[in-house]
């Protein structure tokens, strides 16, 4: 009995953990934040007028202020930000977010490789295009392989796989059975090199015009420099923006505010193995959105709850499913 116990126990611990990191890991999949430099100035001496804002250029879309940067491939995305929610001192601060524009966001598709068996054909090798899918069909030593690759999908990896088989099915006039997937992923190729863009200037020049235009005022050169200096991509969204801490500009999760885990920034590779559509982010400022709106160009959205609230939210969800678990393993035992 007291193995089962034990059992119980366990179980509930790790429905609590599970869901309450579910919020975690899910904060740390924003797409555009690989692509992005924000920071929050939120420096006490600051000040701002955010109406001269579209004096110097901006356009107010909403809630937010975009304007193209002095490099053409990058935007910049002002908006303000509650910093009681950060647990950075209370009003509102500004929020200055230079991200990569979509159309240099890397081309995303989907890569399939399958293996025929029992297939009687002459092909050799041959090469079509059939709904926007390419096709590449070669037979060696009496088996048949296929590629399979499209860019700009709009379904999902599973319905590009059905599609695929259904067209092999029917073309090489197998069963299903026949067909063995040897790979299924998730390919991308990027537009732009990341490393070609100059942020530190981006970032530079656009606080020098957003000072000289009266948007902001207690920003001294020396918070200009070291701002500039640290500026790359994927230091953006809720956990990893740089915000003002204990006399320094450093990365919010290396504050004591945070309540994420600190995200690792996954380097743009030409192709990756998964099987799974990606999880969309819940709690970053800048969310990709659907391409029918117009606001897809510049990804971004409102602010989100709290994390404070999210938080609470999933745990007392997690420790009802635990007590559930409980009652579950008592009766069996």
């Known amino acids: 009995m007291g193995k089962f116990k034990f059992i119980a126990v366990l179980m509930v611990v790790m429905f609590t953990l599970v869901l309450g990191l579910a919020y975690t890991v899910s904060a740390c999949l924003n797409p555009l934040d690989q692509y992005s430099y924000e920071i929050v100035l939120n420096k006490p001496e600051v ?114 796989e059905s599609q695929v088989l259904d067209y092999i099915v029917h073309k090489l006039n197998v069963h299903e059975e026949d067909i063995e997937m040897l790979s299924l992923s998730e390919i991308s190729v990027p537009i732009v090199d990341l490393k070609s863009i100059e942020w530190s200037t981006i970032v530079k020049e656009e606080l020098k015009e957003l000072i000289g235009s009266n948007v902001i005022e207690g920003l001294n050169i020396s918070d200009v420099e070291e701002i500039s200096k640290i500026a790359k991509p994927g230091l953006a969204g809720w956990n990893s923006r740089v915000v003002y801490y204990n006399g320094s500009w450093t990365p919010y999760y290396e504050t004591g505010s945070p309540m994420l885990l600190k995200c690792a920034i996954i380097e743009e590779t030409t192709e990756t193995s998964t099987a799974t559509t990606k999880p969309m982010p819940t709690s970053t400022l800048f969310e990709t959105l659907s391409p029918e709106t117009e606001q897809v160009e510049y990804g971004v959205s409102r602010e989100t709850p709290s994390p404070l609230m999210k938080v609470a939210t999933i745990f007392i969800a997690g420790a009802l499913l635990s007590v559930v678990a409980w009652f579950i393993v008592r009766r069996i035992v």
């Open 47 to 160: 000040k701002f007028n955010i109406e001269n804002l579209i004096k110097v250029g901006y356009n107010r879309l909403d809630n937010v202020y975009i304007k193209q940067s002095v490099d053409s491939r990058v935007n910049v995305i002002v908006s303000l930000v509650d910093l009681d929610k950060l647990g950075l001192g209370t009003g509102r601060a500004l929020s200055l977010r230079f991200q990569l524009k979509n159309e240099y966001l890397p081309t995303r598709g989907y890569l399939g490789i399958f293996y025929v068996k029992n297939a009687s054909t002459s092909i050799t090798v041959h090469a079509v295009a059939e709904n926007g899918i390419s096709y590449v069909f070669s037979k060696i030593n009496g088996r048949v392989n296929v590629v399979a690759i499209v860019f700009n999908y709009r379904g999902t990896l599973l319905e590009f």
